[in-house]
């Protein structure tokens, strides 16, 4: 059975910090990893996907990275502002189901002006 | 509208109403999903539906009852809840056909749902 954890749970750092969140699975037979940050009450938005074949993503000061075999993911913040705080999820996609989705308990990020 | 929209936003019921929560997505997609969201615990995926069809059930009690009349809207039919059903119910949508399949999920704003 397919477990998603997330370190740290909770994290604040002062702006202009480049932090790393972590991600880990482990049932390596994923199709991809998702990550998405959410709002307080709200819903999620996309940051970024891996697909399985894929090792990194980037969009504008984040990168995701995938190491599938060791069961892994980070999200990478370059430059941490304050509009960054939420907390951050990452999903994975079943390689074997696909319309599995399993997903993390989540990071929050406070980031302090 | 754009994306996904999700009515109502915002919901209390007693325990015996019977009351529905609606989602529509506004992208082309096939594939919807409902997902429950409690405090303290990791998005549980509820249903899925593709092209129509539920594709996935995960173990949800029958006072929870989906409904998927085409691949722009999804119900979500509540009757007799629990108060440990009160939650954020998220709905999302992917394209799951295709020659660039990558099942990325857009989800929508959520629905409150307390149940007194």
């Known amino acids: 059975k397919q477990e998603v954890t997330q370190i740290p749970a909770a994290l604040s750092v002062p702006e202009g910090e480049n932090l790393v969140l972590n991600c880990s699975f482990t049932d390596s037979a994923i199709y991809n990893l998702q990550w998405f940050r959410q709002d307080p009450g709200k819903g999620l938005t996309s940051l970024l996907l891996i697909q399985s074949s894929q090792r990194e993503q980037t969009s504008g000061r984040l990168n995701a990275s995938l190491d599938k075999s060791s069961g892994r993911s980070t999200l990478y913040i370059a430059a941490s502002q304050p509009g960054d705080s939420a907390t951050y999820l990452c999903?994975?996609?079943?390689?074997?189901?696909?319309?599995?989705?399993?997903f993390g308990p989540g990071t929050s990020l406070s980031v302090i002006p | 509208e754009t994306g996904v929209t999700q009515t109502p936003r915002h919901l209390v019921m007693g325990m015996t109403n019977k009351k529905s929560l609606k989602c529509e997505q506004h992208l082309g997609h096939n594939a919807m999903y409902w997902y429950k969201q409690s405090a303290k615990k990791p998005l549980e995926l509820m249903f899925v539906?593709?092209?129509?069809?539920?594709?996935e059930n995960n173990s949800v009690p029958s006072r929870f009852s989906p409904e998927c009349p085409n691949s722009s809207h999804l119900f979500l039919h509540l009757h007799t809840l629990q108060p440990e059903d009160s939650a954020l119910y998220l709905c999302?949508?992917?394209?799951?056909?295709?020659?660039?399949?990558?099942?990325?999920?857009?989800f929508g704003p959520g629905t409150r749902l307390t149940v007194t």
């Open positions: 999903a994975v996609r079943q390689e074997t189901s696909y319309d599995k989705v399993i």
């Open positions: 999302a949508s992917s394209q799951d056909i295709g020659r660039s399949i990558t099942y990325e999920q857009y």
């Open positions: 539906y593709n092209f129509k069809e539920q594709t």
